[in-house]
């Protein structure tokens, strides 16, 4: 599970300054360049972790901590804190507007789990009483287009194809069709790469243009680490996403994406995947994170 050997480090730094009773600043210095070696080690974004023990170490500080009966409590507790809010701090929910209906894009790189997220997202909004519809964007593999309907028929939600047409037409006739059906959601499952080029970024952006979308998550592999997070510093500047769905937290023992994600782009982590059944689909909490962190 994620953060496995970042709990660990933490939880030995935190047990030397545990150890101490009493704490001065030069204490509490030690121990975040612990905490900033085992972040880079965990595969954080090296200014995050930078930005992050500067920010605890100036209010563990500032907040006079070293006078407290518990100094070693007290820095924790800020970390824990810090974490959070590194993480978003509050979970993001999905905007969906009241009136239908609700276009949620969902894009990123081939093999980071769009198509399954597509399905799980769909399973998600049904248990919750929506009517989505699942919409076959990625028109370039034959196979996407089926596995879109595997998905579908799995989560009970509807599929709209057109076969191997052009995307944007497709998107533009979805619309339509959910609305001549009664779907008040239409999630958009659009092409993949293996990389980020000019014609997938130019495709993205007529779908964009074409249906305005209300969400545009930015579906990112966590097992990727940094290169998942400066995919999505791309898809954020050429897209302009609203939130990231990061998924096969699962099969990440490390969790740089998780923490570096919103603090590089400015946009929370909506969802994580945690498995590959449609079931194992959560909305991301800070506060569980960080506190998993923490042990
Ligand atoms: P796409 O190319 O982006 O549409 O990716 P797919 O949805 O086809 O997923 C690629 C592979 O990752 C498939 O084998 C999925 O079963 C697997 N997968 C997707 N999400 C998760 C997840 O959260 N955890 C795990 N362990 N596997 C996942």
Redesign the pocket.
């Known amino acids: 599970m994620a953060f496995e050997g970042l709990s660990e480090k933490l939880s030995a730094a935190f047990k030397k300054l545990k150890q101490k009773g009493k704490l001065g600043e030069k204490d509490v210095k030690t121990a975040m360049r612990e905490v900033r070696l085992a972040l880079l080690e965990a595969d954080v974004n090296y200014k995050v972790a930078k930005q992050f023990v500067d920010a605890v170490t100036e209010r563990a500080v500032g907040a006079a901590v070293f006078e407290s009966l518990t100094p070693a409590q007290q820095v924790i507790k800020i970390v824990h804190e810090e974490l959070i809010s590194l993480m978003g701090g509050e979970v993001s929910r999905l905007h969906i507007p009241s009136k239908p209906p609700c276009v949620i894009m969902m894009c990123?790189?081939?093999?980071?789990?769009?198509?399954?997220?597509?399905?799980?997202l769909g399973k998600l909004l049904k248990s919750q009483g929506h009517r989505p519809l699942l919409v076959a964007c990625?028109v370039y593999r034959p196979a996407?287009i089926k596995?879109l309907q595997v998905?579908g028929e799995q989560a009970g939600v509807p599929v709209f194809e057109m076969g191997q047409g052009d995307p944007v037409e497709i998107a533009k006739k979805a619309l339509g069709h959910a609305k001549d059906h009664g779907n008040d959601i239409v999630i958009l499952?659009t092409a993949?790469r293996l990389h980020i080029d000019e014609a997938l970024m130019a495709e993205l952006a007529a779908i964009k243009a074409a249906v305005g979308p209300d969400e545009i998550l930015l579906?990112i592999?966590?097992m990727t680490g940094q290169d998942a997070v400066s995919v999505a510093e791309s898809f954020n500047q050429l897209l302009e996403i609203t939130g990231v769905v990061l998924?096969?937290?699962?099969?990440d023992t490390r969790g740089g994406a998780a923490l570096s994600v919103k603090a590089v782009t400015g946009k929370p982590i909506k969802f994580?995947?945690?498995?590959?059944k449609l079931d194992?689909?959560e909305p991301f909490y800070p506060d569980r994170m960080a506190s998993r962190i923490l042990g």
């Open positions: 990123g790189l081939q093999g980071s789990g769009k198509t399954t997220h597509s399905g799980k990625d996407a596995q998905v499952d993949g579906v592999d966590s998924t096969k937290l699962d099969g994580s995947g945690t498995g590959e194992d689909l």
